[in-house]
T-cell receptor
């Protein structure tokens, strides 16, 4: 079974600054996907970014980028030029590729991000 | 507008009563999922369904039941056997990209049992 660990229960950042959220995972699989989801106070889960394990290139979506270290089983999220609207709970999630996994996600415990004006 | 709807947003029940949470999607997604979220914890998978009339237990299925009679609908019943039913429940559906399933979530239902 896979496990996902987010060791930072809370993080804070000043508006316009950069913050990095950490995530580690444990798996014996070689082909998988990793995701970061954002959950604002509305509690709607929003997909932020995804990474394919077979790709060495780190995924980027506008101000959001990841640092994917497959050997270390690490998947951190970097938010650049932080905005007040980035304040939310962030979840790291793991998904096995194909087979009988049917897209099941294993989530970390979440990191609450506070953005200070 | 395509999306996932969950109703109601807030639900209150007395202990010992079964309650059914609704989840509907018009995204034409094949796979659907139910997750439970408790304070300070991540989401945990209750049940998932790949196709109509087929579903599998997730990590915490005890005390829950589901049905998948239509592609668009995946209702979750919280039975009286569920020891701690008060939680936030999220429904999701997914589209397949190769071997990846990209999940989209509904707005959730907050269930309180007293």
């Amino acid at each position: 079974a896979q496990t996902v660990t987010q060791s930072q229960p809370e993080m804070s950042v000043q508006e316009a600054e950069t913050v990095t959220l950490s995530c580690t995972y444990d798996t014996s699989e070689s082909d998988y996907y990793l995701f970061w989801y954002k959950q604002p106070p509305s509690r709607q889960m929003i997909l932020v970014i995804r990474q394919e394990a077979y790709k060495q290139q780190n995924a980027t979506e506008n101000r959001f980028s990841v640092n994917f270290q497959k050997a270390a089983k690490s998947f951190s999220l970097k938010i650049s030029d932080s905005q007040l609207g980035d304040a939310a709970m962030y979840f790291c999630a793991f998904q096995n590729a194909g087979g009988t996994s049917y897209g099941k996600l294993t989530f970390g415990q979440g990191t609450i991000l506070t953005v200070h004006p | 507008d395509g999306g996932i709807t969950q109703s109601p947003k807030y639900l209150f029940r007395k202990e010992g009563q079964n309650v059914t949470l609704s989840c509907e999607q018009n995204l034409n997604h094949d796979a659907m999922y139910w997750y439970r979220q408790d304070p300070g914890q991540g989401l945990r998978l209750i049940y998932y369904s790949q196709i109509v009339n087929d579903f599998q237990k997730g990590d915490i299925a005890e005390g829950y039941s589901v049905s998948r009679e239509k592609k668009e609908s995946f209702p979750l019943t919280v039975t009286s056997a569920q020891k701690n039913p008060t939680a936030f429940y999220l429904c999701a559906s997914s589209i397949v990209y190769g071997t990846s399933y990209e999940q989209y979530f509904g707005p959730g239902t907050r269930l309180t049992v007293t």
